[in-house]
């Protein structure tokens, strides 16, 4: 079975007719004043989903997660958790926990009454407490810590007491307001794997605020991608990089090389695009678009080939300069600029240590792709 | 920094500290004084002190002072606190700004327009001048003071913890006592503190707003000198400075010993 991305996933209740959504929002409006952070905005989340909302900052994303927190209403539409309507549910009474970006760890209380706090507001038996928090520090691993308080604890260390305080009460859902974004970068990756986990174990439905969209591709199930208060795109993380719905999705995750252009003759999902300067692109993932149409192909660095000649029988092949070359250690990414002054990136693995015919800046070379590897964006 | 300790900075920092102590301590040692005349010394004595304490007009005035200073700092704190709150929380109600300058207002009042619109008050309404008349006068010219103070702390108060608070099942006012107000209890604290420092030693308004019964300390002591200074005043003067300087060189100590401890707290976590 052929798939999008290099993932099978088992675990897909959107593909599911008969699947019951979990979390809705329905034409969902939240004014500021004048300023409308959110506008018109449905969505649908699954039970067990981890799902990911990644927007650059002030996109409406965080007011989003307020609003399913119960810390602002919305101005117009609903909000639904298991077939609930939220309106009106203050915060304390809503079966939800929110992991605030900033942690909000209170610092009079020692790390086992923080995590204790919400458990002793429902009235848990005191053994039951001791019991529950003795289970949380061990899930973050913290136990020798519980009688420190905040400011006694390192970064990461806060992190994982602000999300064992968050789940302690097995809520419904759990919202993560960029979870990760005040640890340094390999802090981070650990931490995204354990989140994974804990998701997995504790089988809970997670919604994480992120604008870091290698965070949102690593953990989430599915992405939103939310620009001006409005969603883009929800879909998988492959499928947001290899079928990206517009020019803004394909621009906004990942790195892409455009050409804008017009269908010159298309049938049955295949066209060839005239990208002008005599540049003729043959495509067969043109969907629906219509003769004359003007489109965007757009197409990832990693599938486009490099060569100082022009392979034999390529289909796509585009002749142009090398003029800047970045090598990373495990990849090297090549800036050849075409003859009309366009720009094209394209990146190489280095699977192995040497190179037989390297390229040079100011050389010629040869871009090449295949015909299924890059999509056609109407939008 | 230039460490040498050159002629004019010897100086300047002599004639510095004489200004500002000189007379403190010229008080504190002629209330050691054996001489019953304040200015000519006549060899050391501990009996002012004793005599100080038979001394019941002053002893009362003490007790009256006392009981004012207490209780205008508490209410005082209460409602600058309430104050505070109101002013950093709801930011968008219809006259706030009238109503955070009529808060802070009485810091800039001379004490003589507070005092005296405060006696007309109290004649106009009719209220016999005396320990109740002192007490509101004081949580008048207090309040503010802490409003200040503690509206300075909540500016920097992280939100988030109250909503943390809420989202964790605390409904309002549980989030308040829990989390709100252990937070910002070293600064009321210190509110309480300066409120109390500035009721006991008021002179002025307590001058226009207090009655028979009701003389506080200053007062007495202001109307005794001017009968002449007896070594008796000195020997007050110097238990309150003693009782002052005790207490603020604990708070600073205790201070600075919460922040070297919170500093290497800080130092050993970053180490892992």
New interface residues.
């Given amino acids: 079975m052929k798939s999008l991305g290099s993932i099978r996933r088992d675990f897909a209740p959107w593909n599911d007719p008969n699947a019951k959504p979990y979390i809705q929002f329905d034409k969902v409006t939240k004014k500021f004043g004048d300023f409308t952070a959110v506008n018109n905005l449905s969505l649908t989340i699954f039970e067990r989903e981890f799902f990911a909302l990644l927007g650059a900052s002030g996109c409406g994303k965080s007011t989003l997660l307020r609003m399913l927190?119960?810390?602002e209403e919305p101005t117009a539409g609903r909000i639904l958790l298991d077939g609930q309507d939220l309106r009106g549910i203050?915060?304390?009474?809503r079966p939800?926990?929110?992991m605030?970006?900033?942690y909000?760890l209170?610092?009079?209380m020692t790390v086992d009454n923080n995590i204790a706090?919400?458990l002793k507001?429902?009235g848990m038996p005191k053994p039951d407490i001791a019991a529950r928090v003795g289970e949380m520090l061990k899930l973050v691993k913290l136990e020798q810590f519980a009688k420190r308080?905040p400011?006694?604890?390192?970064g990461g260390?806060r992190q994982r007491v602000a999300l064992a305080?968050?789940v302690a009460?097995r809520p419904k859902v759990l919202l993560l307001d960029e979870p990760l974004g005040a640890l340094d970068k390999k802090l981070r990756e650990e931490t995204q794997f354990e989140l994974m986990d804990l998701q997995q174990s504790l089988g809970l439905t997670f919604v994480v605020v992120t604008h870091d969209q290698e965070e949102a591709m690593t953990m989430a199930d599915r992405i939103a991608i939310i620009d001006k208060g409005e969603v883009m795109q929800v879909a998988t993380p492959a499928e947001v990089y290899e079928a990206p719905g517009s020019r803004f999705v394909a621009g906004f995750v990942g790195n892409v090389n455009m050409f804008e252009g017009k269908i010159a003759h298309g049938e049955a999902g295949a066209a060839s695009i005239d990208a002008g300067n005599g540049i003729t692109i043959r495509t067969e993932n043109a969907g629906d678009a219509a003769t004359g149409a003007a489109v965007a192909f757009a197409i990832r660095p990693e599938k486009i080939r490099i060569s100082s000649t022009r392979p034999a029988g390529a289909v796509n092949a585009i002749e142009g300069e090398v003029y800047d070359i970045a090598y990373l250690g495990d990849m090297t990414v090549y800036h050849v600029r075409l003859d009309d002054g366009q720009v094209v990136r394209a990146s190489t693995m280095n699977a192995a240590r040497i190179t037989e015919d390297p390229l040079s800046w100011n050389d010629r070379a040869w871009v090449s792709f295949r015909p299924d590897a890059g999509v056609v964006l109407t939008r | 920094m230039n460490a040498t300790w050159s002629r004019f900075n010897i100086t300047s920092i002599v004639l510095g500290f004489a200004f500002l102590y000189l007379p403190i301590v010229l008080l504190v040692v002629f209330s050691f004084n054996e001489s019953k005349l304040v200015t000519v010394w006549g060899g050391f004595s501990t009996k002012w002190y004793v005599s100080l304490f038979h001394n019941q007009g002053l002893m009362d005035a003490t007790w009256v002072t006392a009981r004012v200073a207490v209780i205008s700092a508490t209410v005082a704190t209460v409602l600058g606190t309430l104050a505070a709150l109101t002013l950093t929380r709801y930011t968008r109600f219809k006259g706030r700004t009238l109503f955070s300058g009529m808060v802070f207002a009485p810091l800039v009042m001379p004490e003589v327009i507070t005092g005296l619109s405060l006696l007309l008050l109290f004649v106009a309404v009719g209220l016999d001048r005396g320990f109740l008349t002192v007490t509101l006068a004081h949580i008048t010219l207090t309040m503010c003071f802490v409003a200040v103070v503690v509206q300075s702390r909540l500016i920097t108060f992280d939100r988030s913890l109250e909503e943390a608070a809420m989202d964790l099942g605390a409904p309002p006012v549980k989030t308040f006592f829990q989390i709100t107000l252990p937070v910002i209890m070293p600064a009321i604290v210190s509110g309480w503190m300066l409120a109390f420092t500035l009721s006991l030693d008021d002179l002025v308004i307590a001058s226009f707003t207090s009655g028979p019964g009701a003389t506080t300390l200053p007062m007495k002591i202001y109307s005794q000198v001017r009968l002449g200074v007896t070594p008796e005043i000195n020997a007050a003067c110097t238990i309150l400075i003693a009782v002052v300087a005790v207490g603020v060189i604990i708070a600073s100590l205790a201070n600075k010993r919460r922040e070297f401890q919170r500093q290497r707290d800080e130092q050993a976590a970053q180490r892992g």
Avoid: I
């Avoid at chain 1, 203050?90 to 009474?93: E, F, M, N």
């Fill in positions: 927190a119960g810390f203050p915060p304390y009474r939800v926990n929110m605030f970006q900033s909000a209170f610092p009079h706090f919400g507001q429902d308080k400011h006694q604890l390192s260390q305080r968050s009460k």
